[in-house]
């Protein structure tokens, strides 16, 4: 959700700047928006990575990350940040590795188990590069193919939003406060989505239920080289999804507004926010 995200970037932000995250456990979110990570798949790995371990560790909260392939490293941002946590902090991090789509989708749905839900359920679930599991290698026409991705990323969205739902009611049975079960999922796009005629009609599909775009754009001007940086990225949130509460701008400019952070990547792989 946004609130993670955003608690995310301010732990990550500077030791010199104000508005840095002191640590601790953030305000309840006051909307239940779940946000849609847009852009290249290691830089977006790294904020789903950071996003869990931020949930785990400073809000509390069981995490369950779902992705393709098993992650063989982690960024050196976490790998700094993990010798100050504990061991029963990580082990509120369940990684879950399903092949192909059918096997996420059983593993999505198990979470409803009494055995996944008990003595408590998990209040975040992640799903890093969807690009990889509905996107299914030949096929028939290409109109038949998209269709059927399509229909897929449907059924999969509504299912991971229905489990949530489910989630979100066990919480809160067991503890006023504990819920609401949050989403946040990375998916790269084939065309262009900066291009306002570029359509990719999988993204229009996921967009129905994530209601807020997280897009990561790297700047390739001379502002990275300047100042000594690998790499500079831009990361807009955007969508229906963001509120008042979440916006960084004038609050009397209403809901949809975007929030602009920049990331910074150094030469030996850290990562800092800033906001914009």
């Known amino acids: 959700m946004v609130d993670i995200l955003a608690h995310t970037f301010r732990a990550f932000m500077p030791l010199a700047d104000p508005e840095r995250s002191p640590g601790g456990r953030p305000?309840?979110?006051?909307?239940?928006?779940?946000?849609?990570v847009l852009g290249e798949i290691n830089i977006?790995?790294?904020?789903?990575?950071?996003?869990a371990v931020t949930a785990a560790s400073e809000m509390g909260m069981k995490v369950v990350f779902f992705a393709q392939n098993q992650i063989q490293s982690l960024p050196p941002s976490l790998q700094k940040y993990l010798p100050n946590l504990s061991p029963q902090t990580l082990k509120k991090i369940k990684f879950c590795y399903p092949r192909t789509v059918e096997e996420l989708l059983v593993q999505?749905?198990?979470?409803?188990?009494?055995?996944?839900?008990?003595?408590?359920?998990?209040?975040?679930?992640?799903?890093d590069r969807l690009q990889g599991f509905l996107r299914t290698p030949g096929g028939g026409g290409q109109s038949e193919f998209h269709l059927g991705e399509q229909s897929c990323a449907a059924?999969?969205?509504?299912?991971?939003?229905?489990?949530?739902?489910?989630?979100?009611?066990?919480?809160?049975?067991?503890?006023?406060?504990?819920?609401?079960?949050?989403?946040?999922?990375?998916?790269?796009?084939?065309?262009?989505?900066?291009?306002?005629?570029a359509i990719d009609p999988i993204l229009s599909v996921l967009e129905r239920?994530?209601?807020?775009?997280?897009?990561?754009?790297?700047?390739?001007?001379?502002?990275?080289?300047?100042?000594?940086?690998?790499?500079?990225?831009?990361?807009?949130?955007?969508?229906?999804?963001?509120?008042?509460?979440?916006?960084?701008?004038?609050?009397?400019?209403?809901?949809?507004?975007?929030?602009?952070w920049q990331v910074w990547i150094f030469a030996d792989g850290l990562l800092e926010f800033k906001t914009l």
């Open 155 to 197: 059924h999969l969205s509504a299912l991971l939003f229905d489990t949530a739902a489910f989630l979100t009611h066990v919480l809160e049975q067991q503890a006023p406060g504990l819920g609401p079960c949050r989403i946040i999922a990375s998916y790269k796009s084939e065309v262009d989505i900066g291009e306002p005629s």
């Open 108 to 127: 999505v749905a198990s979470l409803h188990e009494s055995s996944n839900t008990s003595p408590t359920p998990p209040s975040l679930i992640i799903v």
């Open 27 to 36: 305000p309840p979110p006051t909307t239940c928006s779940s946000p849609l």
């Open 209 to 260: 239920y994530f209601e807020v775009r997280c897009t990561l754009d790297e700047d390739r001007g001379y502002g990275a080289a300047a100042s000594g940086l690998q790499e500079m990225w831009h990361i807009y949130l955007s969508g229906t999804g963001i509120t008042h509460a979440t916006s960084t701008k004038d609050p009397g400019d209403g809901p949809g507004v975007a929030q602009e």
């Open 44 to 51: 977006s790995r790294s904020v789903l990575l950071l996003a």
